[in-house]
């Protein structure tokens, strides 16, 4: 993201803010552990608004964060705030205030924050890359199915015969990412003058102006449909799913049954109160300490 916002010209103290901040609100075992989290809400404490990752970032740096001693919160700009709200219901946004008003009135967000969204998918979808591959669940050849892979896989090949491994792995995806970045940069330049982008309310009305070029956009969404389908959907992947969901369900659970199982922080005579303080303090937890949770409660 620093990297694009450079080369654009963008701000890159806000676009690294952002970026930073986008996946706080993410809970233990990412999108797994959000499903299930939402689904004990609206199923344990229905009227509370089940839960949002998004809505959770942003909750975490408005309401959670306690570091100044008159006011809630990290006390960031309207730009970072609106920039970290990626997704949001219309009735969630229409809770939220300024932040929310673009959701309602169908606005693109400000440049930085479309930035900080297709630098997310360029980061994500090459550490998956890599991840899958050294925990044996893809394989190279398998990979090479994908052309945007396959045509760095056959660079590398020709020009670093001898390289193989990790070495080689590293190579590929580096030159994917550079291309990936190039190209984004390339295209956006291109549609910032086409449309003759030059106060941020020429960016909020217009479509969307970080782009990838058509073949670069064609060749990203076949690496995600590939990934989705052999990696996310991997039979072992789908079983750690399963158990995250079991995990955060269950503690979810236990928690509205007898608060008194959280610390006291976390606890609210309100019954909808206390169901939000769960869903914080689940979401706060890192996959590991979600399990040991999971272990003191239910393993004798």
Sequence with gaps: ?????????????????ISLAHDLGHTPFGHAGQDALHKSMQTLRPGA???????????VVDELEERYASFNGLNLTFETREGILKHCSLSHARQLGEVGQRFIDRKRPGLEAQLANLADE???NNHDIDDGLRSGLITIEQMRQVQLFATYHDEVSRLFPDVTGRRRIAEIIRRMINALIVDLTRTTRDNLRTHRIETRDDVLNAPALLQ?????????DA???????????????????????????????????????????????????QARAIADYIAGMTDRYAIKEYKRLFVV
Excluded at 1 to 17: F, I, Q
Excluded at 213 to 220: E, F, V
Excluded at 229 to 257: C, E, P, W
């Design 212 to 220: 990838f070029s058509d073949d670069m956009r064609t060749q990203a």
């Design 49 to 59: 608004g089940g839960f949002e990752h998004n809505l959770q970032s942003l909750r």
């Design 122 to 124: 360029i980061a994500y």
């Design 223 to 273: 690496l995600k449909a590939f990934l989705m389908q052999n990696l996310y959907r991997h039979y072992k992947v789908m079983r750690m799913a399963n158990k995250a969901g079991t995990i955060v369900q269950s503690l979810f659970k236990a928690f509205i049954d007898d608060p008194r199982l959280m610390p006291a922080d976390y606890r609210h005579e309100d019954k909808n109160r």
């Design 1 to 17: 993201a620093r990297a694009v916002a450079r080369n654009l010209g963008l701000h890159e103290d806000l676009t690294e803010a």
